[in-house]
């Protein structure tokens, strides 16, 4: 059975670093595309870092683009995102998300599995 489980969340104030965990079980994890979406109350899913599956390309929104660094251990079946540099407006749940491919998607209806998220509240 496939499961993306994601850990690290947390509160945090404005300025500050959390370290996002996802770890895959029930998948070949060294074929898999990686994302992080997140998305705020309201507010549509929104795609937020993605990585290959050899770690050698990434792709980030522009909104996140030199504070957050995604990452990806292939021997411990693990995606990371570091944040830094935390606002207010990062406040969201973050999920992780997965699918077989050898390119990197942005789009949250490309990807097939998906964890249930991990919380993330930055105050000002």
């Known amino acids: 059975q496939a499961l993306l489980v994601e850990s690290g969340g947390g509160l945090v104030q404005a300025g500050g670093s959390l370290k996002l965990s996802c770890a895959a079980s029930?998948?070949?994890?060294?074929?898999?595309?990686m994302g992080w979406f997140r998305q705020a109350p309201g507010k549509e899913r929104e795609f937020v870092a993605a990585?290959?599956?050899?770690?050698?390309?990434?792709f980030y929104a522009d909104s996140v683009k030199g504070r957050f660094t995604i990452s990806r251990d292939n021997v411990k079946n693990t995606v990371y995102l570091q944040m830094n540099s935390l606002k207010p407006e990062d406040t969201a749940l973050y999920v992780c998300?997965?699918?077989?491919?050898?390119?990197?998607?942005?789009?949250?209806?490309?990807?097939?599995?998906w964890g249930q998220g991990t919380q993330v509240t930055v105050s000002s």
């Open positions: 029930g998948l070949t994890f060294r074929s898999l595309v």
């Open positions: 990585i290959a599956w050899s770690g050698g390309s990434t």
């Open positions: 998300a997965a699918r077989y491919s050898a390119v990197v998607h942005t789009t949250p209806n490309d990807y097939e599995y």
